[in-house]
């Protein structure tokens, strides 16, 4: 079967390199790719948001699976336009969607349907925010974007001058446009975070090893949010009975809620989680898999990519058996300086030559061939991958190998799973 795999990142590269492992995987394309995934599949130089174009592609090449990879093509209907012209394609349909791209829908459902998150207020017009800010709340609290804004959108406030400024960035000052059209106001919650992500074909619910990214740019969590800078799996955090607490109060509510509101969902769950006192409360939805969590799960999973996908689309995955390997995987990013701000494209990345698979792998992210060279095109640059039979002897090999790429231009947190140690 021939497979296309919608998306650029780190995360992608990881999707590509397990889905070529199965034997049911023929010729593997991703659009657009990066200099990374060349040397495993043909890159097609069509945006992720171009669905005309892919579905023209998808037709011309008889491809018998597509897999998107992020967001922002999942939110704007790709999988129910590939459908349209008979295409099967792995993800949640635009209805569906709404969970991760509309945060005023994902938290009314979860009022409705009583599934545990922090308390909150939607707001359409930036008046009543504002008066609502300045005298009902108790801080910290927060203010978000409803809509995509690439994990930019969320403000922690402490104070109302905070919240204030939040709103007219986000409403008046649209600094993620129409993102910001309406908001999300909501309780601080307390806790230690964590995120599950299941697998789903909108009846049976796969919830598949813990992993635990991180957010903060630098090390000890501190300076801006970004994408995500490493992560982990598995994360201690998340025992088994925390675990079976988030399938039984969060995730199977949420699918049976999707199923009955006409909106039945199928693909990757992904909840993001604060572990408060009173029990797990969800953060946030998103409808695809985590990027950096998906470079350190599936590494570790020994099921069949292509079959488990299928299962989900053919309404099978109670019949699938999926296994994991025991030991601990970890990744570190790789960004440009100035990430996530601004960042040049065109610098050459080094060292590269020198990792071995048997070390680590090397998932890229903004990266593209030149000539003989890798150079950086984006912020995140590259997960460093490796697997150990400790977590601690995962994390000295990523470490290792990560120190072989000459560092000039870039830089990686150092403390990636520390907490866990
Ligand atoms: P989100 O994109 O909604 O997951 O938010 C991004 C980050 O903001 C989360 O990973 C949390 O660290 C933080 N955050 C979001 N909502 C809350 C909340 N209600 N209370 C405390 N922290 C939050
Ligand atoms: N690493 C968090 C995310 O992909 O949203």
């Known amino acids: 079967m021939n497979i296309l795999v919608v998306g650029s990142g780190a995360r992608e590269h990881t999707l590509v390199w397990k889905l070529a492992q199965s034997p049911r995987a023929d010729k593997i394309y991703c659009a657009p790719g990066n200099g990374g995934i060349a040397s495993i599949a043909e890159c097609v130089d069509i945006a992720a948001g171009d669905v005309e174009k892919l579905v023209e592609f998808a037709k011309a090449r008889d491809i018998g699976l597509t897999v998107v990879g992020p967001e922002a093509p999942l939110c704007a209907g790709i999988v129910d336009e590939f459908e ?23 938290k009314d459902i979860m009022t409705r349907h009583s599934i545990p998150t922090a308390a909150h207020r939607v707001f359409h017009d930036p008046d009543a925010a504002l008066a609502y800010v300045e005298e009902a709340v108790d801080y910290p609290m927060v203010v978000k974007a409803s809509g995509l804004a690439a994990g930019k959108g969320v403000i922690i406030c402490e104070s109302s001058e905070d919240a204030v400024a939040a709103i007219r960035k986000l409403m008046l000052d649209k600094a993620f446009g129409a993102a910001g059209r309406t908001l999300v106001i909501e309780d601080f919650l307390e806790g230690e975070e964590a995120s599950i992500i299941a697998l789903t074909d909108g009846e049976t619910l796969y919830v598949m090893e813990s992993s635990q990214d991180h957010k903060r740019a630098f090390d000890g969590d501190k300076g801006p949010n970004t994408g995500g800078m490493g992560a982990y799996s598995p994360a201690p955090v ?184």
């Open 238 to 421: 998340v025992t088994a009975d925390i675990q079976h607490r988030i399938e039984r109060e969060v995730l199977v509510p949420v699918i049976h809620a999707m199923k009955r509101e006409g909106r039945p969902f199928r693909g990757v769950l992904y909840a993001g989680l604060m572990l408060t006192k009173k029990g797990p409360k969800v953060l946030e939805f998103n409808v695809r898999f985590g990027d950096p969590e998906c470079q350190v799960l599936l590494p570790r999973l020994k099921a069949d990519l292509v079959d488990l996908f299928l299962a989900c689309l053919d309404g099978t995955l109670a019949d699938a058996s999926v296994d994991w390997d025991p030991r601990p995987a970890l990744g570190v990013v790789l960004a440009q300086e100035g990430y996530p701000g601004a960042v040049p494209v065109g610098r050459p990345l080094r060292g590269l030559d020198g990792i071995t698979p048997e070390e680590a792998l090397v998932f890229h992210g903004g990266t593209r061939r030149d000539g003989e060279q890798i150079v950086a095109t984006g912020g995140r640059v590259l997960t460093i991958t490796a697997l150990g039979d400790t977590l601690r002897e995962a994390r000295e090999k990523a470490y290792d190998a990560i120190g072989r790429i000459d560092p000039e231009g870039f830089f990686y947190r150092r403390d990636i799973g520390a907490r866990a140690l």
């Open 84 to 106: 349209a012209h008979g295409l099967r394609a792995f993800g949640p349909r635009k209805a569906a969607a709404a969970l991760e791209g509309d945060k005023a829908f994902s």
